[in-house]
């Protein structure tokens, strides 16, 4: 499972006590950590509660950040790539499927190509928000308001998985059915 997360720890506590709830039901599931590598804030968090309760992470990480000295040195295992773009299609390719915990653009960044892609057909895996303390209402909202003025399509807002509690969450990706969408996996051709 992918997760994009913030390197900086947040305003409130629930935000890292989130990370570690997420890092005990990933264990628990005998779900692999798929992450930026990093060793800071909520990303650190989350790599050190799975490795302390004995699972994998896998770390992808970009060059220029391993060298500012914030890769995690205790993973499983480190990939160590080029660019942020490799490290996204890097992750892509390792996952099974994608949750944002609380983050800043980055983190925005990163799940809203995979939403894209998604939409897009390039994918059909599940793609969810881990709404810790209400973090995701307004994005929520804003993914609402898309669909009401018809920038987003209704049955896209199915890809937007949510819930605050990391067990209801990943429950809800063992039962996600993505939607009908012209897709490049297969030659469907359904809108």
Known sequence: MAVFCGSSPGA????????????????????TLVYGGASVGMMG??????????????????????????????????????????????????????????????????????????QLGLHQKPCGLLNVNHYFDPLLAFLKHMTKEQFLNEKYLSIALSDPNPSRLLDQFYSYEPPKVKTYITSKDET
Do not use: C, N, Q
């Open 45 to 118: 968090a989350l790599a050190d509660t799975i490795l302390e309760e004995g699972g994998h992470v896998i770390g992808v990480m970009p060059d220029f950040l391993e060298k500012r000295e914030i890769a995690h040195k205790h993973l499983t295992e480190l990939i160590v790539v080029e660019s942020m773009h490799e490290r996204k299609t890097r992750m892509s390719e390792l996952a099974d499927g994608f949750i944002a915990l609380p983050g800043g653009p980055g983190t925005l960044e990163e799940y809203f190509e995979i939403f894209t892609w998604a």
């Open 12 to 31: 409130s506590e629930a935000y890292i006590e989130g990370a570690i709830k997420l890092g005990k039901e990933m264990v628990k599931r005998d779900i």
